[in-house]
Nanobody, 122 residues
Framework: QVQLVESGGGLVQPGGSLKLSCAASGDILGINVMGWYRQTPGNERELVAAHTRTGSTNYADSVKGRFTISRDGAKNWVSMEMNSLKPEDTAVYFC????????????????WGQGTQVTVSS
């Protein structure tokens, strides 16, 4: 049905920058929301940033002013520029898509990428 493939991530020093990208493919005519969650061991997945098809964005308080989410709705693609990275940003980052519809109809469930590791350490 729908697949999400992430790229980016890796190891960076505190204060550095990284960019994550995610491309959605499959039976897709439109996606309401695309964005990023992150998860650390023993903790629940938390929302980092989201971008709606109408252009609205939402950020976790901890990343406001440092992370910027961008989206190309026509290409079903979303990216996130992460600046001024801190050790506490270390996590596995997951791309997600919610409110997806295709030629087969409306898919009433979120889709997730496989996750990409971001490590902020000196």
């Amino acid at each position: 049905q729908v697949q999400l493939v992430e790229s980016g991530g890796g190891l960076v020093q505190p204060g550095g920058s990284l960019k994550l990208s995610c491309a959605a493919s499959g039976d897709i005519l439109g996606i309401n929301v695309m964005g990023w969650y992150r998860q650390t061991p023993g903790n629940e997945r938390e929302l980092v940033a989201a971008h709606t098809r109408t252009g609205s964005t939402n950020y976790a308080d901890s990343v406001k002013g440092r992370f910027t989410i961008s989206r190309d709705g026509a290409k079903n693609w979303v990216s996130m520029e992460m600046n001024s990275l801190k050790p506490e940003d270390t996590a596995v980052y997951f791309c997600y898509a919610n409110g997806v519809w295709g030629e087969s109809g409306y898919y009433g469930k979120p889709y997730w990428g496989q996750g990409t590791q971001v490590t902020v350490s000196s």
